[in-house]
């Protein structure tokens, strides 16, 4: 079952003309033309669509949280900062068929009674940018976008805005700094977005996945995407994958299949690359726990892992992990986890954005010790104080890149806490 | 190769800057200033002083607004670099891809370590975190294009064809 990728390797299915051979805007003419935005909204909400930023909070109840106030303008804005180590599904949607993503726009944009909608972009994909400003263009040429759309009164403008390089932007609060042309710096939540948002204005901040979705939603119901995948987890999802396995790439799954059917199968993943074992899996992009191959394909009560929100953290920390991005990183028995969970620390030290000082100090502290430990200088008592200062961050920050920092590094020493003492025990044999 | 002396953009990059602001409503035209900074470093190669000043003035700014903008996103250059940079992805997903020889073969081949330049100044290299290709990787970019699935074997070629 293919949503947003069914024609993706279409020929020219970046042109607005062979698009829509093969039903694109159809949404557009629908929703403007037979529908109220309140009754899109309500499609939207009984597919029961969630967040594919990550958080996979449900995308019609945050639209129905937008606030409305007279003579205020509303604004929608596309996270396409697309930056989580793992994560590269945005990237690839719009690359191949940025019309998927332009209609989305377009129908949601008329759902919330926006008139004016930006795509942010992370700029080091400039090329993807020019993509999506050639295929915008398309649909002002063809009148999906402008004024007074098909003749329904509605009226809709629609830029492309690039990032600078910041992970940090992709936090929709931080992108909204942005987009104002200021520093990256999160702001407090609440007031969310959806209140006060783009120049204090009430905005939706949706991810490119989520706006895609919606066209289908329109042209099928909200019952027809229910009807797909399992319990609350509804509908299909991107999956980015990399590491070991032998087809690394972007796959569009129901959500609801077995993690083992996606890393084993010849349909996905097509197992791990020639010789190899499985070892571990870091499921939803680097912020999420690292799981070791016996619990990413089992859980603690014995049953079969499945690609789902609830499957996947089922066991809490503990034993489990989260959906999150989708950024699927598979690791085979030759990764040393010591020194993936320092690249992953470097990062987030690089990243923060210097608000909060447990973030600031803790993720600097963690990557210090890590760097330590990888170049066989590492303490006995090193280990614990890793846990020690992830705990500190946890929770203590404005923005949850303070988690997401501390998460990685304590899932990692939770469940291969060995190899972190063996590389302190065994320098010269770690440094190898 | 000479970095233009004269700080102003032609007039059809003029045009462009007023099209951009339009994007925005009234009085947010300093949105418009990471649009504008990516159009100055295609102009000018890096951001100086001088060319965050005339940013500044385009679009009626303090000139710290732009200094501290510039300073916080990693794409902006603050010191001149060379003719290509390459901007090399260290993340983890990478190095599971073997992105850690690949770099320390390009590093060997340019004979120049992170955030150096060569002697006849036509490659800079610097490391940068993910860039939403993990699966394709390793991966550098020069300017707009990616280069993936890349080998010492193709990083020979690619610096081949561009030391030229
Ligand atoms: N795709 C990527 O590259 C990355 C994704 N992430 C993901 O981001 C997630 C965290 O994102 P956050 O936005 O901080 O999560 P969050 O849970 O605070 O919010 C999720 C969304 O729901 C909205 N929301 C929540 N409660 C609301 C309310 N009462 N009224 C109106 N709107 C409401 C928020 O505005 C936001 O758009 C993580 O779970 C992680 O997986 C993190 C890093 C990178
Ligand atoms: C540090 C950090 C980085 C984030 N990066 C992204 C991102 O690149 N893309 C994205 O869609 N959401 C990202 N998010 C989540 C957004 O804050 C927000 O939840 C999301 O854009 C909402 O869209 P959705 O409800 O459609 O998922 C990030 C969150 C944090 C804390
Ligand atoms: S948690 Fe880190 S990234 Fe988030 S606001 Fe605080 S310092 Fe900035
Ligand atoms: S880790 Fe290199 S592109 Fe993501």
Redesign the interface.
């Known amino acids: 079952m293919k949503i947003l990728t069914e024609h993706i390797d279409v020929p020219n299915i970046e042109t607005i003309d062979v698009f829509m051979k093969h039903g694109g805007y159809q949404a557009v003419t629908k929703a403007l033309k037979n529908m109220s935005p309140d009754e899109v909204t309500e499609e939207v909400k009984k597919s029961g669509l969630r967040g594919r930023g990550g958080a996979g909070f449900p995308v019609g109840m945050k639209w129905s949280f937008l606030a409305k106030p007279e003579g205020v303008?509303r604004y929608l804005v596309c996270n396409a900062d697309?930056?989580?180590?793992?994560?590269?599904k945005?990237?690839y949607l719009m690359a191949k068929s940025p019309h998927t993503l332009i209609e989305g726009m377009i129908v949601s944009s008329f759902a919330l009674g926006a008139n004016?909608s930006?795509i942010y972009v992370?700029?080091?994909?400039?090329?993807v940018i020019?993509i999506l400003e050639k295929a915008i263009q398309e649909a002002y040429d063809k009148g999906f976008l402008g004024k007074n759309i098909l003749g329904s009164g509605y009226d809709l403008?629609l830029?492309v805005?690039?990032?600078?390089?910041?992970?940090i932007c992709g936090e929709e609060t931080a992108l909204l700094e942005?987009?104002?042309?200021?520093?990256?710096n999160p702001r407090n939540k609440p007031p969310f977005p959806a209140v006060k948002g783009l120049?204090q204005c009430p905005t939706v901040v949706n991810n490119v996945e989520s706006i895609s979705a919606t066209s289908w939603i329109v042209n099928n119901g909200g019952d027809a995407y229910a009807a797909i995948g399992e319990g609350r987890s509804t509908g299909t999802k991107l999956i980015?994958?990399?590491?070991?396995v032998k087809k690394?790439?972007?796959y569009e799954i129901p959500l609801g299949i077995t993690v083992e059917d996606f890393i084993f199968s010849e349909e996905w993943c097509g197992g791990i690359r020639d010789g190899h074992k499985l070892k571990a899996v870091i499921a939803g992009g680097?912020s999420v726990p690292i799981l070791p191959a016996e619990l990413i394909l089992t859980t603690a009560n014995g049953e079969k892992r499945r690609m789902t929100y609830e499957s996947l953290s089922d066991g809490g920390f503990a034993t489990g992990t989260m959906l999150g991005s989708g950024?699927f990183?598979v690791?085979d028995e030759t990764?040393c986890i010591v020194?993936?969970t320092l690249?992953?620390a470097?990062?987030y030290h690089?990243?923060s954005c210097g608000q909060c000082s447990p973030c600031r100090e803790g993720t600097g502290w963690m990557d210090k010790v890590l760097h330590r430990i990888e170049s066989g200088e590492g303490r006995k008592e090193d280990v614990d104080l890793l846990v020690d200062v992830a705990k500190k961050i946890e929770g203590n920050t404005i923005c949850p890149l303070g988690d997401a920092a501390s998460w990685p590094v304590a899932a990692a020493i939770r469940h291969f806490r060995d190899e972190f003492e063996w590389h302190i025990e065994h320098p010269e044999l770690a440094t190898k | 190769m000479e970095a233009k002396t004269q700080v102003a953009f032609p007039a059809e990059t003029l045009e462009l800057v007023k099209r951009i602001i339009a994007?925005y409503?009234e009085g947010?035209q300093?949105?418009?200033?990471?649009?504008i900074?990516?159009l100055a470093q295609a102009e000018w190669r890096w951001c100086s002083p001088e060319v965050m000043d005339y940013v500044a003035s385009l679009?009626n700014?303090q000139p710290v607004?732009v200094y501290?903008?510039a300073t916080?996103?990693?794409?902006?250059h603050l010191e001149p670099v060379g003719e290509h940079v390459i901007?090399y992805c260290?993340?983890?997903?990478c190095?599971?891809?073997g992105g850690v020889e690949v770099y320390d073969h390009l590093k060997k081949r340019l004979g120049i370590e992170t955030g150096e330049t060569t002697a006849d100044g036509k490659f800079t290299i610097k490391e940068?975190?993910?860039?939403?290709?993990?699966?394709?990787?390793p991966v550098f970019?020069i300017?707009?294009?990616?280069y993936m699935h890349l080998t010492k074997e193709k990083v020979d070629q690619i610096i081949d064809e561009l030391g030229k």
């Open positions: 303008p697309e930056s989580e180590p793992g994560t590269f945005d990237h004016t930006y992370r700029g080091e994909l400039m090329y020019h403008d830029y805005q690039p990032g600078g390089g910041a992970y942005s987009l104002e042309g200021k520093r990256g120049w980015s994958v990399s590491g070991h690394p790439g972007v680097s950024g990183i690791m990764t020194h993936n690249t992953f470097s990062f690089h990243e | 994007r409503p947010k300093k949105s418009a200033l990471l649009p900074l990516h679009l700014i607004e501290e903008v916080f996103y990693t794409m902006f901007e260290r993340t983890g997903p190095c599971l891809m940068v975190e993910c860039l939403a290709a993990c699966g394709w990787g970019q300017r707009e294009k990616y």
